[in-house]
């Protein structure tokens, strides 16, 4: 069974830092592309980034670019995001999620990260 | 980017009557090289994360009932429960995957009537 299991969320002050982290088990962890969505408190899904299976594709929405960064280390089953500058609005449940090239399929339960002074 | 354009956003159907979201895409997102939709579906129930339910448009994901049907191509695609059960009240979200980024729609919240 593929589980997917997110630590790393938290309060922050606007302009911290955090580090998310994702663990794989259930899948072979390095076949796959891996993706963190987010989901503002009562708000739809937005898509953040993901990578593909040796790190040489890495795609992420314009709102983070150059303030997030996506890892995985692939001996750990294991997916990162590194968030710098965090915003107000970056608020939100980060998933982390199993893809099959482009295609979001397993989710995990999430990690709440909440920006706020 | 392309933007995916849900309606309605939310839904009241009764139990075992039929329910229909739709789903627009701002470009398509058929293509020409294989003839597949980059489109999917998936479901959120109250509390949990997401889970698939179709991808490339009409292929469902094991485990999905068959009550549940995705259609559509190009621009234009649906999803359809044919007949409403309490477990299916969720809110709904289509998703392009043809090109970066991946966007998805706002959502469609289905209730009982």
């Known amino acids: 069974e593929v589980q997917l299991v997110e630590s790393g969320g938290g309060l922050v002050q606007p302009g911290g830092s955090l580090r998310l982290s994702c663990a794989g088990s259930?899948?072979?962890?390095?076949?796959?592309?891996m993706t963190w969505v987010r989901q503002a408190p009562g708000k739809g899904l937005e898509w953040v980034a993901n990578?593909?299976?040796?790190?040489?594709?890495?795609y992420y929405v314009d709102s983070v670019k150059g303030r997030f960064t996506i890892s995985r280390d692939d001996a750990k089953n294991s997916l990162f995001l590194q968030m710098n500058s965090l915003r107000v609005e970056d608020t939100a449940m980060y998933y982390c999620?199993?893809?099959?090239?482009?295609?979001?399929?397993?989710w995990g339960q999430g990690t709440l990260v909440t920006v706020s002074s | 980017d392309i933007v995916m354009t849900q309606s309605p956003d939310s839904l009241a159907v009764s139990l075992g009557e039929r329910a229909t979201i739709n789903c627009k895409s701002s470009?398509?997102?058929?293509?020409?090289?294989?003839?597949?939709?980059?489109l999917a579906w998936y479901q959120q129930k109250p509390g949990q994360s997401p889970k698939i339910m179709f991808y490339?448009?009409?292929t469902r994901e094991s485990g999905v009932p068959d009550r549940f049907s995705g259609s559509g191509s190009g621009t234009d695609f649906t999803l359809t429960i044919s007949s409403l059960q309490a477990e299916d009240v969720a809110v709904y979200y289509c998703?392009?995957?043809?090109?970066?980024?991946?966007?998805f729609g706002g959502g469609t919240k289905v209730e009982i009537k």
């Open positions: 259930g899948f072979t962890f390095n076949d796959f592309w």
């Open positions: 998703l392009q995957y043809y090109n970066s980024p991946v966007t």
């Open positions: 999620v199993k893809s099959s090239g482009f295609i979001p399929d397993y």
């Open positions: 470009q398509s997102v058929l293509s020409s090289s294989n003839n597949k939709n980059y």
């Open positions: 490339w448009a009409s």
């Open positions: 990578m593909n299976r040796d790190g040489s594709e890495i």
